[in-house]
């Protein structure tokens, strides 16, 4: 939704539940039974990462014009899913499905120092930017949306 305010493309929100989310119906629209789903016309997309990404190339505003930084925005999406967001799951997997474990209390402090690792890893690069490259892109806006699963 986030990406398709940025662009200011009208849209219309689903809700589906938890057991909606397992009946055929919504597994037409995405085989895992998850959420989101993206729906435009005959398309159907499935993935965040991919719906952001087809929502960009498709309005102006989340990716750069120039190639070089084009490229390097797309690199920040997929490092948002493929080395941010790992860590981040593991730590609320640790805290809200293992927590009651007899073995959760040694292991949360390792979940919470490899987050730590690879926040610290993604400040520096920040550094005192104000965007992870240049400007706002899809790759800044996929990164807040990964973060954001952070707060409790």
Known sequence: RWALEEVGHPYEVRL???????EPAHLALHPFGQIPTYEDGDLVLFESGAIVFHIAERHAGLLPDDANARARAITWMFAALSSVEPPILDLV????????????K????????????RLKLLSARLADADWLDGGFS???LVIVW???????
């Not at 997997?93 to 959760?104: D, I, M, N, Q, Y």
């Not at 040694?106 to 690792?117: E, I, T, Y």
């Open 146 to 152: 990964v973060l954001l699963r952070l707060e409790p």
């Open 138 to 140: 899809a790759g800044g």
């Open 16 to 22: 589906v539940s938890f057991r909606a989310m397992k």
């Open 106 to 117: 040694a292991r949360l402090p390792l979940v919470v120092d490899r987050v730590h690792d």
């Open 93 to 104: 997997t640790a805290r809200f499905l293992e927590g009651e474990k007899p073995w959760s």
